[in-house]
């Protein structure tokens, strides 16, 4: 298994349950100082003591933020910028699935179509607040957790304001990580810090597949996944590797708006404005 090392300080959001879980688990065994974060402040108060009790590694620290909300996504960056003193390795985990298939739209707190929101904008928004931090401790690695599902976006229809179908917002939402992923990687091009995206794996018995009856098939595991996570995170064999999309562990090929550049330019800009990320405050 690839080891993050001590002395790694490492950020990983959606912590709480499956896939982030298993790789908070191993991160803490590992005696890296493991930040987890959470929407449910008990959920993650807790799970983060039953990890302290069990790993005997006391640097596991929790934050909440619910984000379907930029304000608690702009808070979460403060309150990390104000604490932490280094941060090597964001991973971007946190997500909501599909859903039930007929379910009806949703909207963030900010108004913006629900999938679209939690998945893409809120780690757009909190990458940027956290890279002064990834700067200063570079080399450093950005991971987003993206999906091998993907659906191109309709700049028309960011918002599936037309004809919603759950798989479709959830699918576009995952190619959005993957054009984010190489449009920052190229921002970052001259800098000590890498950016790079995957598919963890198959249909993992989490709670977001569990619960939604889309799919069908089968399973790969939970530890699967958390191993290409981890690869991505800290493998020596991906020192300096950025913009790459991966399938597990090996390099891949998303869909073809992803190396659209027009495209990447128009979800940028529209990113900014939707989560203005230099903003003071
Ligand atoms: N499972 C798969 O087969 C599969 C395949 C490809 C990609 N992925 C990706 O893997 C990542 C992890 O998913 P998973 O399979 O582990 O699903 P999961 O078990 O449902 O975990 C999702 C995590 O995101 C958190 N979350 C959900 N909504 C949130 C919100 N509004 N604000 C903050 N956090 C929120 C959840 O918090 P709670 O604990 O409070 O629910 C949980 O910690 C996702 O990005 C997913 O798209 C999964």
């Not at 229809?157 to 984010?180: C, H, P, T, W």
């Amino acid at each position: 298994m690839t080891q993050v090392g001590e002395n790694k300080t490492v950020l990983i959001t959606g912590a709480t349950d499956g896939l982030g879980k298993k790789v908070v688990l191993d991160l803490a065994s590992q005696k890296a100082r493991v930040i987890l974060h959470g929407r449910s402040p008990q959920k993650g108060k807790t799970l983060a003591e039953e990890i302290r009790d069990t790993s005997g590694n006391p640097e596991i620290s929790y934050y909440n933020a619910d984000f379907s909300s930029l304000d608690e996504v702009r808070t979460l960056a403060g309150q990390i910028r104000a604490d932490q003193k280094r941060l090597d390795v964001l991973i971007n985990n946190a997500g909501i699935g599909p859903g039930p298939t007929g379910s009806a739209r949703q909207k963030s707190r900010d108004g913006h179509e629900l999938r679209f929101a939690v998945n893409y904008l809120a780690t757009f928004l909190l990458t940027h607040r956290l890279l002064p931090l990834l700067r200063e401790s570079a080399p450093s690695r950005i991971v987003n957790v993206a999906s091998a599902g993907q659906q191109s976006i309709d700049f028309d229809d960011v918002m599936l304001e037309n004809g919603y179908d759950g798989l479709r917002a959830y699918r576009q939402s995952k190619l959005a990580m993957i054009l984010f992923t190489f449009d920052l990687a190229g921002d970052l091009k001259d800098t000590a810090i890498t950016v790079n995206c995957l598919h963890p794996a198959t249909l993992m018995p989490t709670n977001m597949v569990l619960e939604t009856d889309y799919f069908s098939g089968s399973m790969d595991a939970v530890d699967q996944g958390a191993e290409a996570v981890q690869y991505l995170a800290a493998s020596p064999e991906l020192e300096g590797v950025t913009g790459v999309y991966f399938n597990g562990k090996m390099r891949a090929e998303p869909m073809a708006q992803a190396h659209d550049k027009q495209a990447r330019q128009k979800l940028r800009q529209l990113s900014r404005e939707l989560t203005r990320p230099d903003d003071a405050v």
